[in-house]
Nanobody, 117 residues
Framework: QVHLMESGGGSVQAGGSLRLSCEAAGWIYCLAWFRQAPGKAREGLASIDRRGDTTYTDSVKGRFTIFSDNDLQMNSLKPEDTALYYC???????????????????WGQGTQVTVSS
């Protein structure tokens, strides 16, 4: 079993930054961040595996960075980044495939990010 807990969400103005944390109790191989805004589909943002290999979705490349401690640094935030942000994890890879398919066994409860214009 892996227990995940996100923190670091909040309200910021457009152009601001936030750093989200995902505390993982248990060993994991692959961790990813997703988000879901009201009325929209869940969107994968970034993933990282134990080797440090990362994957990013195009909409956040150059603005978001995922770290090996599971944190997600978000810069140059836009109002359209407003959503509930989740971390997800699994014991095995390939991480890029799991990220692409949203195929993770363990999910956190989410942390809200609100970006005002």
């Amino acid at each position: 079993q892996v227990h995940l807990m996100e923190s670091g969400g909040g309200s910021v103005q457009a152009g601001g930054s936030l750093r989200l944390s995902c505390e993982a109790a248990g060993w994991i191989y692959c961790l990813a961040w997703f988000r879901q805004a009201p009325g929209k589909a869940r969107e994968g943002l970034a993933s990282i595996d134990r080797r440090g290999d990362t994957t990013y979705t195009d909409s956040v490349k150059g603005r978001f960075t995922i770290f090996s401690d599971n944190d997600l640094q978000m810069n140059s935030l836009k109002p359209e980044d407003t959503a509930l942000y989740y971390c997800a994890a699994d014991y095995s890879g390939p991480c890029a495939r799991r990220f692409r398919d949203g195929d993770f066994d363990y999910w956190g409860q989410g942390t809200q990010v609100t970006v005002s214009s």
